[in-house]
């Protein structure tokens, strides 16, 4: 039997979205650390959407891996122990926090080194390229005949 919108949209649904919301608000508060926080702005949208979904997966989970809970405090120690080669976390685990820790890695690099680390050579060159391109805008450029023609075209 199909289910219609009527039946999807009840006040506890409604409750539960907004719950979902407020936690994805605070978790996103504040200085990144690899597990809360927001990735800065020059970290490829792909790879700021993995870590919401990775982050949050973890944090959701109530089963619980190897009788311990993805609390902050122990995902930041996984990722402690996964940047010592240590690795004291749940097997299940390796790929996500693996992941969290090259994150990490590469926001404390900055930008160009992180950049590299994540996307390769050529989102450095790209990012540099238009880095110099905004600064070269900026500076005042000399008046041409060619360019009064054309500005009086337009007027």
């Known amino acids: 039997m199909p289910i219609n919108d009527d039946e999807l949209i009840t006040p506890e649904n409604i409750a539960s979205m907004q719950s979902i919301l407020d936690d994805e608000a605070l978790r996103s508060k504040g200085d ?11 970290v490829p949208d792909f790879h700021k959407n993995k870590f919401i979904t990775i982050r949050n997966n973890l944090l959701n989970d109530t089963r619980g891996f190897d009788g311990e809970f993805a609390t902050e ?35 404390k690099l900055g930008e160009i080194e992180g950049l590299r680390l994540l996307a390769g050579d050529y989102a450095v060159l790209g990012t ?20 009064k023609e054309s500005i009086w075209k337009r007027h």
């Open 73 to 107: 405090e122990n995902i930041i120690k996984w990722i402690d122990s996964h940047e010592a080669g240590v690795y004291e976390y749940p097997f299940d685990l390796r790929d996500q926090i693996g992941t969290l820790f090259q994150y990490r890695h590469a926001v």
């Open 32 to 42: 990144f650390n690899g597990v809360m926080g927001s990735m800065p702005e020059w």
């Open 128 to 147: 540099s390229y238009s880095e110099e391109q905004s600064e070269r805008a900026k500076q005042p450029r000399k008046l041409t005949k060619s360019n």
